[in-house]
């Protein structure tokens, strides 16, 4: 299993990113994905995830700016960034978690793509 995340990158305060993330399971069955951060001198946290079913979570500090989406087709998932701050600022990883069978799952992640949010 291998997950290329690409879009980060230097944008102005209430400017937007994409980020991508595909993920390559072979026949295997990808069950959900998400999009964690690492913010300077911080804990990795969770910004957004997305179910097999399409239903998503968000952390409450990017409702209603950020929107993760996934593109079942190619195994991509997505993570529009909008109204971006500052204290956005981190390294984002995505995360897929794979089902193998008989109750087999597995979490992976991807490489971090930098986001950085200028004043």
């Known amino acids: 299993v291998q997950l290329q995340a690409s879009g980060g990158g230097l944008v102005q305060a209430g400017g937007s990113l994409r980020l991508s993330c595909a993920v390559s399971?072979?026949?295997?069955?990808?069950?959900?994905e998400a999009w964690y951060r690492q913010r300077p001198g911080k804990q990795r946290e969770l910004v957004a995830s997305?179910?097999?079913?399409?239903?998503?979570n968000y952390a409450d500090y990017v409702k209603g700016r950020f929107t993760v989406s996934r593109d079942n087709a190619n195994n991509t998932v997505y993570l529009q960034m909008n109204s971006l701050k500052p204290e956005d600022t981190a390294v984002y990883y995505c995360?897929?978690?794979?089902?193998?069978?008989?109750?087999?799952?597995?979490?992976?992640w991807g490489q971090g793509t930098q986001v950085t949010v200028s004043s």
């Open positions: 997305i179910q097999r079913d399409d239903s998503t």
């Open positions: 399971a072979g026949s295997n069955t990808i069950v959900d």
């Open positions: 995360l897929a978690r794979v089902f193998f069978g008989s109750r087999d799952y597995r979490a992976y």
